[in-house]
C-alpha cells in the first residue's frame, strides 16, 4: 500500500475548514481527551477531521483502524461520511463507525463459539422486545400480575444489573432461569432465542474479560477510539469500553455535552464524565462555538445554561449570521384543532419562502400520533407530506435497506452515478474483488450488477404486494444472504435481517400504492419529500432550519417534578435543534394525558424563560 504521508507539522484541516483553538489541540494531541462542547459546537466535524489527522499523518499506523462508537446509528452513518468526504475512501476503509449495541453485537456474533456453551446464545437469536423479555419471565415462572408498565419499572434492569456469571442463590434464581430462556428459547412454550441489547453488551463483556486472546486482537486492531455523545453512555457500554481499553495504549476521545443528557431514564451514567477522566486520566477540553444557530436562539440557550446548573460560558458564533438573525414564538391556542390548521399556515408560508420540506421538523416529547396527527391530516390537505419518523429513522440507515433502495433506484431510473457507485462497492467486498483483480473478473462483476438491474427493470409491473415481496426476495438471492451476513456481522441472525427486510417491503409498498411511481416512491421512503415529525429523544444529533414543538404542556412532560434536570435538558435539546427559527405551541385542550385541559404549571419556568429573554414573541389565538 503506497501512500504518501503527511508531516503532522504540516497537516491542515480538509475542505479550508478553520477549527477553533481547543478543537485543533484535540486534533492533533495523542492523549485521552473529553470534549465538552454545546449544541452546534462542531463535534461530529471535529471527530472527522481528527480522524483524517491520524489517518493522513499515519498517527494510527497501518495497519491499524480508528472506532468510532456513537449512540445512533444516524450519527454512526454521518459520521463515517464524513471521514470519507474528507480523507477519501482508501484512508477511510480503516475507519469503522458503529453503535454501542452493534460494537457488541459484532463482537458476540463473530465470537460467539468461544462462550461457554451455558453463556452461548443460539446462532440465529432475535433481538428481544419487552413483551419477549416479560414472557420469558413468565415462562420461567415469575407469575408477574401488573401490567406491561409495571412489569418493566420492577423487573426491567433485572437481567442485567450484574455482571456475568450471575452468583446463583434464591433472589437470583428467576433471573438465571430468564436467561436460559432468552438464550436458549423453550420449545415447550414455542419460545425463540430472543436477548436484548443490554444482555449481549453483558456477553461481549464477559467474553473479553474471560478470553485475553479476544481482548489482544481487539486491542492490536483499533489505535483510536471515539466516543460521541458520551453524556448518554450506560454503565453496560462504560464498563465493555473499560474491559476492551482500560490501561492499553489504545487513545480515546470521548466527546459530549451534560445539558444534552436525556438518557437517564434508560440508564445513562450520571457520572461518566468524571468516571472517564478518573479511569482513563483524560485532559479536558471546552468547545464555545455555535455554528449551528442564529445569534437571537443562541442567546434563548444561553439563558438555560443556568437552569440546567451550568456556568455561563462566553458562547462565540459563526460569523455567518448577523447579530438580528433568528426568530422564536409561542403560539398559544384554545384547542389542537385551531393549533392544526395555524401550524399548517405557517408551514404553507415557509415552504412559499423556498423552506425545503426537509429542512422542516416537527417535535414532541412523546406520543407522536397523540400530538400531531391533526397536523399531519391537516398538511395532507394541503398536499403536503408529514410524517412520524418512528419507523424510518433507524431502517433507513441499514445496509440492506441502502443495498434495496440503489438497485430500485437504479431500476426505476439510470442516471444514478452514486448508486452505482455504492452497489459496486458492495458487491466487491462481498465477492472479494478489489483494483488489483484481473479486468474479466471485473468486468464480469459490472455484467453481474447490469443484469441484476436490468432483470429488475423489466419486473417492475407488477399489481400487487405478493409480486413485490418475491421479487425483492429473488433480488436478495442473487445478492446471498449468506455473503451480507459475513460482510455485515449485525445480520448474522437471520430474523433480524428478515426483520428488516420485510418493513422494507410494507413500507415501499405502501407509498408505490400511493404515487403509482417507483421513482417517487423510493423518494418518500428516504423521506425527500416529507416534513419529519418525531421525538425530541430521536432528533438527537440533528438540525433544522425550522422547528415546530407542540405541546409545551405539562401532560407532555408529566414527570417533570420527580425529573426536572433530564427535562430541562430535554427541552433544551428541543431548543436547539433548530438554526434560524423555533415556533412553542401551548393549547388549552387537547385529549392528551389525563384530562383534554392543558396548563403549564410544573414547567411554567420554561415561559418564565421566554419572557426574561424578550426575544420570544407570544402570539395568542
Given at each position: 500500500?503506497?501512500?504518501?504521508?503527511?508531516?503532522?507539522?504540516?497537516?491542515?484541516?480538509?475542505?479550508?475548514?478553520?477549527?477553533?483553538?481547543?478543537?485543533?489541540?484535540?486534533?492533533?494531541?495523542?492523549?485521552?481527551?473529553?470534549?465538552?462542547?454545546?449544541?452546534?459546537?462542531?463535534?461530529?466535524?471535529?471527530?472527522?477531521?481528527?480522524?483524517?489527522?491520524?489517518?493522513?499523518?499515519?498517527?494510527?499506523?497501518?495497519?491499524?483502524?480508528?472506532?468510532?462508537?456513537?449512540?445512533?446509528?444516524?450519527?454512526?452513518?454521518?459520521?463515517?461520511?464524513?471521514?470519507?468526504?474528507?480523507?477519501?475512501?482508501?484512508?477511510?476503509?480503516?475507519?469503522?463507525?458503529?453503535?454501542?449495541?452493534?460494537?457488541?453485537?459484532?463482537?458476540?456474533?463473530r465470537f460467539r463459539n468461544s462462550l461457554h456453551e451455558s453463556f452461548r446464545p443460539l446462532k440465529n437469536y432475535k433481538i428481544a422486545k419487552d413483551r419477549d423479555v416479560r414472557r420469558a419471565f413468565d415462562i420461567a415462572g415469575l407469575n408477574f400480575e401488573g401490567n406491561q408498565a409495571a412489569f418493566k419499572k420492577a423487573y426491567g434492569d433485572k437481567l442485567t444489573t450484574n455482571k456475568l456469571p450471575l452468583q446463583t442463590d434464591v433472589n437470583t434464581r428467576i433471573i438465571i432461569d430468564t436467561w436460559n430462556i432468552l438464550l436458549k428459547g423453550n420449545e415447550d412454550s414455542n419460545f425463540e432465542s430472543s436477548i436484548t441489547f443490554e444482555m449481549i453488551s453483558r456477553l461481549a463483556e464477559y467474553l473479553i474479560r474471560t478470553n485475553k486472546y479476544i481482548k489482544k486482537a481487539i486491542q492490536m486492531?483499533?489505535?483510536?477510539?471515539?466516543?460521541?455523545?458520551?453524556?448518554?453512555?450506560?454503565?453496560?457500554?462504560?464498563?465493555?469500553?473499560?474491559?476492551?481499553?482500560?490501561?492499553?495504549?489504545?487513545?480515546?476521545?470521548?466527546?459530549?455535552?451534560?445539558?444534552?443528557?436525556?438518557?437517564?431514564?434508560?440508564?445513562?451514567?450520571?457520572?461518566?464524565?468524571?468516571?472517564?477522566?478518573?479511569?482513563?486520566?483524560?485532559?479536558?477540553?471546552?468547545?464555545?462555538?455555535?455554528?449551528?444557530?442564529?445569534?437571537?436562539?443562541?442567546?434563548?440557550?444561553?439563558?438555560?445554561?443556568?437552569?440546567?446548573?451550568?456556568?455561563?460560558?462566553?458562547?462565540?458564533?459563526?460569523?455567518?449570521?448577523?447579530?438580528?438573525?433568528?426568530?422564536?414564538?409561542?403560539?398559544?391556542?384554545?384547542?389542537?384543532?385551531?393549533?392544526?390548521?395555524?401550524?399548517?399556515?405557517?408551514?404553507?408560508?415557509?415552504?412559499?419562502?423556498?423552506?425545503?420540506?426537509?429542512?422542516?421538523?416537527?417535535?414532541?416529547?412523546?406520543?407522536?400520533?397523540?400530538?400531531?396527527?391533526?397536523?399531519?391530516?391537516?398538511?395532507?390537505?394541503?398536499?403536503?407530506?408529514?410524517?412520524?419518523?418512528?419507523?424510518?429513522?433507524?431502517?433507513?440507515?441499514?445496509?440492506?435497506?441502502?443495498?434495496?433502495?440503489?438497485?430500485?433506484?437504479?431500476?426505476?431510473?439510470?442516471?444514478?452515478?452514486?448508486?452505482?457507485?455504492?452497489?459496486?462497492?458492495?458487491?466487491?467486498?462481498?465477492?472479494?474483488?478489489?483494483?488489483?483483480?484481473?479486468?474479466?473478473?471485473?468486468?464480469?462483476?459490472?455484467?453481474?450488477?447490469?443484469?441484476?438491474?436490468?432483470?429488475?427493470?423489466?419486473?417492475?409491473?407488477?399489481?400487487?404486494?405478493?409480486?413485490?415481496?418475491?421479487?425483492?426476495?429473488?433480488?436478495?438471492?442473487?445478492?446471498?444472504?449468506?455473503?451480507?451476513?459475513?460482510?455485515?456481522?449485525?445480520?448474522?441472525?437471520?430474523?433480524?435481517?428478515?426483520?428488516?427486510?420485510?418493513?422494507?417491503?410494507?413500507?415501499?409498498?405502501?407509498?408505490?400504492?400511493?404515487?403509482?411511481?417507483?421513482?417517487?416512491?423510493?423518494?418518500?421512503?428516504?423521506?425527500?419529500?416529507?416534513?419529519?415529525?418525531?421525538?425530541?429523544?430521536?432528533?438527537?444529533?440533528?438540525?433544522?432550519?425550522?422547528?415546530?414543538?407542540?405541546?409545551?404542556?405539562?401532560?407532555?412532560?408529566?414527570?417533570?417534578?420527580?425529573?426536572?434536570?433530564?427535562?430541562?435538558?430535554?427541552?433544551?435539546?428541543?431548543?436547539?435543534?433548530?438554526?434560524?427559527?423555533?415556533?412553542?405551541?401551548?393549547?388549552?385542550?387537547?385529549?392528551?394525558?389525563?384530562?383534554?385541559?392543558?396548563?403549564?404549571?410544573?414547567?411554567?419556568?420554561?415561559?418564565?424563560?421566554?419572557?426574561?429573554?424578550?426575544?420570544?414573541?407570544?402570539?395568542?389565538?
Amino acid at each position: 500500500m503506497k501512500i504518501n504521508w503527511i508531516s503532522k507539522e504540516d497537516w491542515r484541516p480538509s475542505d479550508g475548514l478553520k477549527l477553533e483553538g481547543e478543537a485543533m489541540k484535540t486534533v492533533i494531541n495523542d492523549q485521552n481527551t473529553l470534549v465538552v462542547a454545546g449544541p452546534g459546537a462542531g463535534k461530529t466535524e471535529l471527530l472527522a477531521q481528527k480522524a483524517c489527522f491520524l489517518l493522513e499523518t499515519n498517527s494510527c499506523i497501518y495497519p491499524k483502524k480508528i472506532i468510532a462508537i456513537s449512540f445512533k446509528k444516524d450519527a454512526a452513518k454521518n459520521l463515517k461520511e464524513r471521514v470519507e468526504l474528507r480523507c477519501g475512501k482508501e484512508l477511510a476503509s480503516r475507519f469503522e463507525s458503529k453503535t454501542y449495541d452493534a460494537f457488541a453485537k459484532e463482537i458476540v456474533d463473530r465470537f460467539r463459539n468461544s462462550l461457554h456453551e451455558s453463556f452461548r446464545p443460539l446462532k440465529n437469536y432475535k433481538i428481544a422486545k419487552d413483551r419477549d423479555v416479560r414472557r420469558a419471565f413468565d415462562i420461567a415462572g415469575l407469575n408477574f400480575e401488573g401490567n406491561q408498565a409495571a412489569f418493566k419499572k420492577a423487573y426491567g434492569d433485572k437481567l442485567t444489573t450484574n455482571k456475568l456469571p450471575l452468583q446463583t442463590d434464591v433472589n437470583t434464581r428467576i433471573i438465571i432461569d430468564t436467561w436460559n430462556i432468552l438464550l436458549k428459547g423453550n420449545e415447550d412454550s414455542n419460545f425463540e432465542s430472543s436477548i436484548t441489547f443490554e444482555m449481549i453488551s453483558r456477553l461481549a463483556e464477559y467474553l473479553i474479560r474471560t478470553n485475553k486472546y479476544i481482548k489482544k486482537a481487539i486491542q492490536m486492531t483499533y489505535s483510536h477510539v471515539f466516543l460521541d455523545e458520551f453524556q448518554d453512555t450506560t454503565s453496560i457500554q462504560y464498563e465493555l469500553v473499560k474491559i476492551c481499553f482500560l490501561e492499553t495504549a489504545t487513545i480515546i476521545t470521548a466527546v459530549g455535552d451534560s445539558k444534552q443528557r436525556i438518557m437517564l431514564w434508560a440508564g445513562a451514567r450520571k457520572s461518566i464524565f468524571e468516571d472517564f477522566q478518573s479511569d482513563f486520566s483524560s485532559q479536558k477540553r471546552t468547545l464555545i462555538m455555535n455554528h449551528r444557530s442564529a445569534p437571537r436562539l443562541v442567546e434563548i440557550q444561553k439563558a438555560m445554561y443556568k437552569r440546567l446548573n451550568e456556568d455561563e460560558i462566553n458562547l462565540q458564533m459563526n460569523d455567518k449570521w448577523d447579530l438580528d438573525d433568528g426568530e422564536a414564538y409561542l403560539r398559544v391556542f384554545n384547542d389542537h384543532m385551531k393549533e392544526a390548521d395555524m401550524l399548517s399556515e405557517e408551514i404553507v408560508k415557509l415552504v412559499e419562502t423556498g423552506v425545503k420540506l426537509d429542512e422542516i421538523c416537527i417535535l414532541v416529547k412523546q406520543q407522536v400520533d397523540t400530538y400531531c396527527q391533526e397536523i399531519i391530516n391537516k398538511l395532507s390537505q394541503l398536499d403536503i407530506k408529514a410524517r412520524s419518523e418512528a419507523l424510518y429513522q433507524d431502517l433507513l440507515k441499514e445496509d440492506i435497506i441502502k443495498i434495496l433502495v440503489s438497485l430500485f433506484k437504479l431500476a426505476a431510473n439510470d442516471r444514478s452515478p452514486d448508486d452505482w457507485e455504492y452497489l459496486y462497492e458492495v458487491l466487491s467486498e462481498l465477492y472479494g474483488i478489489d483494483e488489483d483483480s484481473k479486468p474479466l473478473i471485473i468486468n464480469d462483476l459490472i455484467n453481474k450488477i447490469a443484469l441484476m438491474i436490468t432483470d429488475l427493470r423489466a419486473n417492475l409491473h407488477i399489481t400487487d404486494e405478493e409480486q413485490f415481496s418475491v421479487l425483492v426476495d429473488s433480488k436478495i438471492e442473487g445478492f446471498s444472504y449468506e455473503k451480507l451476513a459475513s460482510r455485515f456481522q449485525q445480520y448474522q441472525s437471520k430474523n433480524y435481517f428478515n426483520d428488516l427486510v420485510n418493513s422494507f417491503k410494507k413500507l415501499i409498498w405502501i407509498e408505490f400504492e400511493e404515487t403509482k411511481d417507483w421513482i417517487k416512491a423510493i423518494d418518500n421512503f428516504e423521506g425527500k419529500n416529507s416534513i419529519k415529525v418525531m421525538t425530541i429523544h430521536k432528533s438527537k444529533g440533528l438540525e433544522y432550519d425550522t422547528i415546530f414543538f407542540v405541546g409545551l404542556e405539562d401532560s407532555a412532560f408529566w414527570n417533570f417534578r420527580k425529573q426536572p434536570e433530564e427535562d430541562r435538558c430535554t427541552f433544551f435539546v428541543a431548543l436547539s435543534r433548530a438554526k434560524r427559527r423555533i415556533d412553542f405551541t401551548f393549547s388549552a385542550h387537547r385529549p392528551a394525558g389525563f384530562s383534554k385541559f392543558q396548563k403549564h404549571d410544573y414547567i411554567n419556568e420554561f415561559y418564565e424563560l421566554f419572557e426574561d429573554t424578550d426575544i420570544v414573541k407570544k402570539i395568542e389565538y
